[in-house]
C-alpha cells in the first residue's frame, strides 16, 4: 500500500506526524521516529514568552550586582552571548536535520509581532522545512471584538510569510465564530495549512485547597469529533493543507481523519503511552485496513467521507442532529 502524502507541499512517507511534544527535544527520539515510520515531526515548542523572562531575570540580575558589586561583572557574559533559550532551540533543529530525511518541522508560540518575525527567521535559517504557527491566545478582555482577535491572527500570518520562503501551518482553536470564512481568510493571508485543534488551557479546580489546578491530560480517542466535523466540511473547499491533532490513539482515528479530508493525522499522545516504537504499529495498522478496503494509496480514500462527498451532505449540518432525536425517542 502507498501511504505517501503531500502536506503543505511537503512529501511524506507516511500520514502519521508526531505533533509538538517534549519527545522531540532529543535528536536520538527523532531518529528513532523516523525509524519506525513517522511522516515529519513538529518539534517541541519555542515559547516567546519564555524567553523574554529569562532575559528580564538576566538584565535584573546584571543590574543588582552592577550596583553592589561592580567587579561580579566579569563573571557574567554580555546578554548576546546569554542563552535565552533559542541557542538551543535552533541547534536542535540542525542536529536533526543532519540525522533524518524526514520533514522536521518547527513551531513557533509567540507573543509579539517582533517575536513572531525573528524567530520564523531564525527557524528557516536554521534548517526548518516548514514551521507550525501555534497561536495560543485567549481572548480574555470582554472588550475585544470578534474582528479584532481574527485580524490578529491573520496580521500573525502576514507578518511570518512575508519573512519566510517555507510553508507556514497554522495551528487554531475551534472558537471561532465563522470557522469556514476564517479559514479562507488565512489562506489569503497565507498560511498552506491548517492543524485543527488546539487544545487550549483550560482550568480545574482544587474545592479543598481553593486553588486552580494547573494539570494536562492527554488526548483522547472521544475527542476526535468536532476537529472530524470541520475537516470534512472545509475539505474541498479551501485551498489548504488539512491536520488533525486531537484525539489520535491508533489507526482508527487516523483512518477517520483521513476520510474526512486530512492529508495528515498529528499524534503525541500515543507515543507517551505506548513508546516511539508504536509509530510502527500505526502504520502497520493503516496499511492492513487499506488492503482490507481495496485501497491502493491515501490519496484513493482521502476525503471520500467529507460533505462534498458524501450522498446527504445534510448529515454533517441541522437536519442530521433532528434525525439523532428522532432515534432516542
Known amino acids: 500500500m502507498k501511504l505517501q502524502t503531500n502536506y503543505m507541499g511537503l512529501e511524506l512517507r507516511s500520514p502519521i506526524v508526531v505533533s509538538a511534544c517534549t519527545l522531540s527535544e532529543k535528536t536520538e527520539n527523532i531518529v528513532q521516529m523516523e525509524d519506525f515510520g513517522a511522516g515529519a515531526v513538529v518539534l517541541f515548542s519555542l515559547f516567546e514568552e519564555q524567553i523574554r523572562k529569562e532575559e ?26 546569554f542563552d535565552i533559550g533559542t541557542d538551543e532551540y535552533l541547534e536542535n533543529i540542525r542536529k536533526a536535520k543532519e540525522r533524518v530525511d524526514i520533514p522536521v518541522i518547527a513551531s513557533l508560540n509567540g507573543i509579539t509581532n517582533e517575536g513572531w518575525i525573528d524567530y520564523s527567521k531564525q527557524m528557516e535559517q536554521a534548517g526548518a522545512d516548514g ?55 488565512m489562506k489569503n493571508a497565507g498560511a498552506d495549512a491548517l492543524v485543527l485543534f488546539n487544545r487550549f488551557y483550560q482550568p480545574d479546580f482544587d474545592i479543598n485547597e481553593l486553588l486552580i489546578k494547573t ?41 477517520k481523519y483521513i476520510l474526512a479530508g486530512a492529508d495528515v493525522a498529528m499524534t503525541a499522545s500515543s507515543l507517551y503511552k505506548n513508546g516511539i516504537p508504536y509509530l510502527k504499529t500505526m502504520n502497520r495498522e493503516l496499511e492492513d485496513w487499506m488492503y482490507k478496503m481495496k485501497f491502493e494509496s491515501i490519496d484513493s480514500f482521502k476525503g471520500i467521507m467529507s460533505q462534498q462527498h458524501i450522498a446527504d451532505p445534510t448529515a454533517y449540518e441541522r437536519a442530521n442532529y433532528i434525525k439523532i432525536l428522532e432515534r432516542v425517542k
Open 56 to 81: 528580564a531575570s538576566y538584565r535584573g540580575v546584571m543590574s543588582e550586582t552592577s550596583y553592589a558589586f561592580p567587579e561580579a561583572l566579569d563573571y557574567f557574559p554580555d546578554l548576546d552571548e
Open 131 to 185: 514551521i507550525e504557527v501555534n497561536i495560543f491566545f485567549i481572548p480574555a478582555d470582554i472588550s475585544m471584538p470578534s474582528a479584532e482577535v481574527e485580524q490578529r491572527y491573520l496580521s500573525i500570518i502576514e507578518s511570518i510569510k512575508q519573512t519566510v520562503k517555507i510553508p507556514i501551518a497554522v495551528k487554531l482553536n475551534p472558537y471561532f465564530s465563522a470557522m469556514g470564512n476564517m479559514s479562507l481568510q
Open 215 to 255: 494539570d494536562l491530560h492527554y488526548s483522547e480517542s472521544s475527542e476526535i469529533r468536532l476537529p472530524l466535523l470541520w475537516i470534512a466540511l472545509l475539505y474541498g473547499k479551501v485551498n489548504l493543507s488539512l491536520a488533525a491533532t486531537t484525539g489520535v490513539q491508533g489507526s482508527v482515528e487516523i483512518i
